[in-house]
């Protein structure tokens, strides 16, 4: 199997923790690099806010200590310095924790905003092989919750971690300068919120992965059950559907009141551990102020701090949920992002500026992944103009051979070649010109019926897009909607019939006038009246161009001026319709069948 061909690994197959650790890394730094201006701006603003805030006590102890004695004795002036200073540094500290969070939501919103591009526009570049087996659920899932957890760290989780820490160290080299003794006591009580954080940590990281793992899950189940919704109410699947999704809700929901459960010890061992510590200091300190060793300011002083010290302690340990959380995303976004497509641009694209339109497979052979040849080897001319069709059994290869020729897939082995240019060397853009599929889901986007038919060539003017759908036979039926062409067609074509979107994509493609039209059967969801209409706009779009027609109604084939019969990757008949019905061979036979059915026999 060639590079080409080869099937990416889903994200996090075969690899280990380092590699997936440094794929992650290396995202985040990417993404990092762009604001790290406004990062560093954002650490300052964080260091001053903090240092203002631990001012506080210390201005407290001086304020009694000095300023109150001083005011007894007739000098107001050290109390009101020490007034003005307390209400200074509270401004300064509210200031800058006002500025910290408008930095640090600056600079994540523009994370994210890079990180939602980059997804996006990445998962629209992989191949059509990624996401046949990459499900739509799980595409969602990293635009949506794994977005929001990485938003819900950036947005105050790494600055609380950052003013978290430096409250702490800021606030024990204040008490430890006020009086070393306080300190200790602080230093002992240090020990058991360790090790209850790092008890919480653990705890908490297989609990959030777990509740990831079930939100994900519960993600991919609601979309993947509204987008066949139309399959489980025809089978009347509701309640075994329902009752699927109950149980992976019911698993997520398990999940959270795990990490509730886990985090209501932590928050209640840390208000334990912290009034402790506040009375132990109020005990040694209060016997040092009787025996005249401490005076009362830095006792007040002290007991502040020890109060302060383990409300950032919960933090940290609430932002290790954030942490484990956007990890488990970023691990998830990264591996996305490291999806190669399997069909890679050309590196010295060919032009193809004035398309013919002759097709040719030489010696191709293909299969799906690692899997059996489809096409064991197929070697196919069309010539320019003509029109083939192709039949045979499900499962034949037919729908194959329209893939490799829209360059969904590249071959195994030999060429798809279009004007003699090498579907793999030519330019993008102009293949994409160049060739056009109609398929049967005849998929419209939400917008007006005009928007729809515009897709096949952005810009089309009014009248353009009117003589497209009157040359499909469509242009009546869109006038009679209520809005005629600015009808909303809402997503998925839903106010449309699958006839009436069918015909929509007729159109579309007549206006984007390409040199080789594939059909794969796209009259399939045509009624018999639909497709009578259809079938003279029909013989207008193939006019001129080349075309594969891939069907099982002969209706359509019989216009072809050549027919491929198809068995198990194998051209096993080929001529015009009329040759092969006279030669009665697997064509005659579906022939024959199709003429009983049109006489009702």
């Not at 006792?299 to 484990?324: D, E, K, T």
């Not at 069309?382 to 071959?411: C, H, I, M, N, W």
């Not at 390409?514 to 209409?533: C, F």
Request: net charge neutral.
């Amino acid at each position: 199997m060639t590079a080409a061909t080869a099937v990416a690994p889903a994200p996090g197959a075969d690899e280990d923790a380092g590699e997936v650790r440094g794929r992650s890394l290396a995202l985040l730094r990417s993404l990092l690099r762009p604001v790290a201006r406004r990062a560093a701006l954002t650490a300052v603003v964080v260091v001053v806010a903090q240092l203002a805030l631990v001012a506080g006590p210390a201005l407290v102890a001086i304020g009694i200590d000095r300023g109150i004695p001083a005011l007894r004795d007739g000098d107001a002036a050290p109390a009101l310095l020490v007034a003005g200073g307390y209400a200074l540094t509270a401004l300064v500290a509210g200031l800058f924790t006002a500025a910290t969070v408008r930095l640090a939501a600056t600079v994540s919103q523009a994370v994210l905003l890079d990180l939602r591009r980059r997804v996006f526009r990445h998962t629209q570049r992989l191949s059509l092989e990624f996401h046949e087996r990459y499900t739509s659920g799980r595409i969602i899932s990293r635009q949506t919750s794994d977005l929001e957890a990485l938003r819900e760290l950036l947005d105050g989780g790494v600055t609380t971690l950052a003013a978290s820490g430096l409250a702490m160290v800021f606030t024990a080299a204040g008490l430890a300068l006020l009086d070393w003794r306080s300190g200790l006591v602080l230093l002992v009580a240090v020990v058991p919120g360790v090790v209850l954080t790092r008890w919480f940590q653990r705890r908490s990281q297989a609990q959030y992965r777990r509740s990831r793992t079930a939100a994900a899950r519960v993600i991919v189940r609601f979309v993947e059950t509204m987008t066949g919704v139309r399959a489980v109410q025809a089978f009347r699947r509701e309640a075994q559907v329902a009752g699927v999704y109950e149980a992976e809700a019911e698993e997520y929901r398990a999940a959270n009141a795990e990490a509730i459960r886990v985090n209501g010890v932590f928050d209640t061992g840390l208000v334990l551990i912290g009034n402790v510590t506040v009375a132990a200091v109020l005990l040694v300190g209060g016997l040092r102020v009787l025996d005249g060793g401490l005076e009362v300011g830095v006792l007040v002083a002290a007991v502040l701090y020890a109060r302060r010290f383990f409300a950032p302690l919960a933090q940290i340990g609430m932002f290790y949920n954030s942490f484990q959380s956007a990890t488990a995303a970023l691990e998830k976004l990264s591996g996305l992002l490291a999806q190669e497509p399997t069909v890679p641009d050309p590196t010295r694209p060919v032009r193809l500026e004035q398309p013919r339109g002759d097709v040719c497979f030489d010696g191709v052979e293909f299969g799906y992944g690692d899997g059996p040849s489809v096409l064991p080897r197929l070697d196919l001319h069309v010539p320019a103009g003509q029109t083939v069709a192709l039949v045979g059994e499900t499962g034949a290869g037919k729908s194959t051979v329209a893939k490799l020729l829209a360059r969904f897939y590249d071959p195994r082995s030999g060429a798809v070649r279009v004007d003699g240019v090498d579907l793999r060397d030519a330019e993008p853009t102009d293949l994409r010109a160049a060739m056009v599929m109609v398929t049967q889901e005849a998929y419209l986007f939400s917008g007006s019926v005009a928007a729809n038919i515009a897709l096949g060539r952005p810009g089309a003017s009014p009248a353009q897009i009117e003589r497209a759908a009157r040359a499909v036979g469509v242009h009546d039926l869109i006038a009679a909607l209520p809005d005629g062409y600015d009808t909303d067609v809402d997503t998925r074509g839903v106010r449309l019939s699958a006839g009436q979107r069918q015909l929509v994509s007729f159109a579309r493609a007549f206006l984007a006038d390409p040199a080789v039209l594939v059909l794969d059967e796209a009259t399939s969801s045509l009624d018999i009246p639909g497709e009578q209409l259809v079938q003279e706009g029909l013989r207008t779009l193939l006019t001129g161009r080349t075309a594969v027609v891939i069907a099982h109604r002969l209706s359509t084939v019989m216009h072809a001026d050549r027919v491929l019969v198809v068995d198990a990757g194998r051209v096993v008949e080929d001529g015009s319709p009329d040759e092969l019905v006279a030669a009665g061979g697997r064509f005659a036979e579906l022939h024959a069948e199709w003429q009983r059915s049109l006489h009702g026999e």
